[in-house]
């Protein structure tokens, strides 16, 4: 039985209520500042594709929603100066690496690193007079620091105007939207914002591997590139090594172990929350050996080009 308005109504106000609950910092926040935002979300990205979602769905999506970056998000839109000043401490270390990553100079990283708080800020004004500010695209669905990270890559690309399924918008549902080509293979129920976030973040966590891999010791590095380049068994590289083929396999482990440490080491540094990185790995993921393998393959591949 699909739910009514005012069903809705009651299950949206109710789970706003646990949601300041749940939140760390509300800001004053009360439960009607936050109806029209999570109704929303509701209505966008689980009764667009199922409209005869149960009451149970509707509540488990609302509990899942980010309590503490909704609350700041929606502060900072009502103009709440200490929210804003909590946004800006928070996450310019990530707006700076975001920058630097889909920059190609600093110069550039700095140049777009100034520019998306305006967005955030919304300086700029719609032809109906309102600020015309990014801060709105917000769901919840996913972490705040992700997200940023997405808009900072949107910007970037249109900025240095490159081919991209993504283009600069002022219309909501241009931003959440796949490109046609995009759409043809994605399913109903995945939404642009989630796929880009995830998609900036591979390429994060894979330019941390790449440097994780270059500042492994020489012999460790060997040993990788000999199981994963050139195929040899672990009895065979450990006898290249001068190890018995179980040392081999203990120090493969090891090695695989020490690269998440550095990892998560690069992109705490770069401005990643704990549960943002465990996320990370979770609905991204490195899998070590098919990437280890991937990466000393092209490595060796560009040598073999430069040396001909």
Known sequence: MTAGSAQIDRIVAEGASRLLDR??????????????????????????????????????????????????????EQGNQNAWNDLVARFSATVRSAARSSSSNEDAAEDISQSIWAELYGLRTREDGKPASKLAYYSGRGSLAGWLRAVVAQLAV????KQSRLVQTEQDEDFDRFSAQERVHATASVHLEQSITNKFAGVELQKALAKSFEELPDEDRLLVKLYYFDGLKLREVGSVLGVHEATASR???????????????????????????????????????????????????VKDKAGK
Not at 31 to 52: F, H, M, Q, S, W
Request: aromatic share 4%; glycine share 8%; net charge negative.
């Open 251 to 301: 120090r493969l482990t090891k090695i695989h172990s020490e690269l998440r440490k550095r990892v998560e080491g690069i992109l705490t540094d770069h401005g990643w929350e704990r549960a943002e990185i465990d996320r990370a790995f979770t609905e991204v993921g490195i899998d070590l050996e098919a990437d280890l393998e991937t990466m000393v393959t092209t490595e060796a591949g």
């Open 158 to 161: 249109d900025q240095h105007r």
């Open 23 to 76: 939140a760390a910092e509300s800001y004053s926040l009360n439960v009607e500042n936050l109806l029209t935002r999570i109704r929303g979300a509701v209505e966008k990205y689980l009764l667009k594709g199922d409209p005869g979602a149960s009451e149970q769905e509707m509540v488990g999506f609302i509990d899942e929603l980010q309590a503490d970056d909704l609350c700041l998000i929606v502060a900072c």
